[in-house]
């Protein structure tokens, strides 16, 4: 039933006429876009060959197929996608990618259709859309690739909305999908604004910005990477330190090992070691700083018994004798950070610039030479797409003629069993 009203809500759209797309403010075009024009050019992608069809009779051929517990092809998936023309249609088209998702054929999503998907999000004005999908991956099969991934962070950190741009990233660290340094420079340029605002996180925050930090950073061996580094290290550790380390590694793609304040101690010792080739921005010390003395208040707070009966058995159930262990160390990381911070004061190996201005200056110096690689790499890839695709479409054209003759072929010895009797 809400198959056949989907079916003709979709229908009703093809019918009546073209729907107007509102507009940017002009205050939010005129921001300006990290990745340069060339990099989000849409000719390319809308110069490959066309398949148009009628999103009513796709959606009617999807709902027939699923009622008879059969399963839909990715083409036809693709298809529907492909032909979005409003932003009421993206609405239709998440609905057949999730029922898409928990179909037999689930894991054949076709890599262009995920691409496809979040381009058309961007083109009508539907990236929450886009990103919602994004962030619930697993019920809709949403894992894009290096290049999707860098169009959906230009689009929010053009118009400033950098929490949403860091959901990005997120999603970019718990795929493991740093590879590309435009994607490293973009996520860092993300972060480093996001945490320019100051945010109030909560511990799940605090661990998901912080892994991102910390895998992101170790991408770049410079006072951007390791100022990540530090600085992701000390939120993992201060998941740790109050929740326990199964905390720190729930969902994350993280080396399983105790003592993350420890290691974000061990990158100033580095930097203290260092002839200056490398420095720590002053902002992200101060953080860690902030941090470790918000640890040493609630330690304190612990000690003298302030909390209630109920949260203490609660912290007794998460933590284990080693996380207890970890957290007796907290003095001594306290001091350790107090004498390192004065080492590299004394050194000049304190960059006063804040990481905020750092990860600027990164993207305007290097984010244009990164994108030459990227756009040759997309470009084979939009041409290998388009030769699987071609593949796909003659393999259902043979399967249909097949499937007819064999229908034909029925039909003639039953007529001439007929005719026999």
């Known amino acids: 039933m809400v198959s056949s009203k989907m079916a003709a809500f979709v229908f009703r759209r093809c019918v009546t006429s073209a729907v107007k797309v509102k507009r940017f403010a002009p205050s939010l075009t005129a921001r300006r876009c990290l990745l340069s024009a060339a990099y989000t050019d849409t000719k390319?992608?809308?110069?490959?060959?066309?398949?148009?069809?009628?999103?009513?009779?796709?959606a009617n051929i999807m709902d027939r197929t699923y009622d008879k517990n059969l399963p839909v092809s990715s083409l036809t998936v693709s298809?529907?996608?492909?032909?979005?023309?409003?932003?009421?249609?993206?609405?239709?088209?998440?609905?057949?990618?999730?029922?898409?998702?928990?179909?037999?054929?689930?894991?054949?999503?076709?890599?262009?259709?995920?691409?496809?998907?979040?381009?058309?999000?961007?083109?009508?004005?539907?990236?929450?859309?886009?990103?919602?999908?994004?962030?619930?991956?697993?019920?809709?099969?949403?894992?894009?690739?290096?290049?999707?991934f860098n169009l959906m962070l230009n689009s929010f950190i053009k118009d400033g909305d950098f929490k949403s741009a860091c959901y990005v990233v997120e999603e970019v660290m718990l795929q493991e999908a740093f590879g590309l340094p435009s994607t490293q420079i973009l996520s860092l340029y993300a972060l480093g604004n996001f945490l320019g605002t100051r945010p109030q996180l909560t511990v799940s925050e605090e661990q998901a910005l912080g892994a991102s930090l910390l895998l992101c950073g170790l991408k770049q061996d410079s006072t951007v990477g390791l100022s990540a580094q530090l600085l992701g290290n000390a939120l993992l550790g201060k998941v740790e330190i109050l929740k326990g380390i199964h905390a720190v590694f729930k969902g994350m793609p993280?080396?399983?090992?105790?003592?993350?304040?420890?290691?974000?101690?061990?990158?100033?010792?580095?930097?203290?070691?260092?002839?200056?080739?490398?420095?720590?921005?002053k902002d992200t010390l101060d953080l860690v700083g902030d941090l470790l003395q918000e640890l040493s208040s609630t330690s304190d707070a612990d000690s003298s018994g302030e909390e209630s009966g109920a949260e203490e058995s609660e912290k007794k159930d998460d933590v284990d004798e080693d996380d207890q262990v970890e957290q007796a160390k907290l003095p001594q990381y306290v001091s350790r950070f107090k004498e390192l911070r004065g080492q590299l004061e004394s050194q000049d190996n304190v960059d006063p610039t804040s990481f905020q201005a750092l990860v600027t200056a990164m993207a305007q110096q290097n984010l244009a030479a990164a994108e030459v690689a990227d756009l040759k790499q997309y470009e084979s890839r939009v041409k290998a797409w388009e030769a699987e695709k071609r593949q796909l479409i003659h393999r259902e054209k043979e399967m249909r003629e097949k499937a007819e003759q064999e229908r034909q072929e029925q039909l003639a010895e039953g007529m001439a069993a007929a005719q026999q009797a």
């Open 79 to 148: 298809r529907f996608v492909d032909n979005i023309s409003s932003r009421e249609e993206v609405d239709q088209a998440e609905y057949y990618l999730y029922k898409f998702r928990h179909s037999p054929n689930c894991w054949y999503l076709r890599d262009w259709t995920i691409h496809d998907w979040v381009r058309q999000c961007l083109k009508y004005g539907a990236r929450d859309k886009a990103l919602h999908t994004l962030r619930n991956k697993v019920q809709y099969g949403i894992f894009p690739d290096d290049f999707t």
């Open 254 to 281: 993280l080396f399983w090992a105790r003592g993350y304040i420890g290691r974000a101690l061990a990158i100033m010792e580095r930097v203290a070691v260092d002839n200056g080739n490398v420095k720590l921005s």
């Open 44 to 58: 390319l992608w809308e110069a490959r060959e066309k398949d148009p069809h009628n999103l009513a009779l796709l």
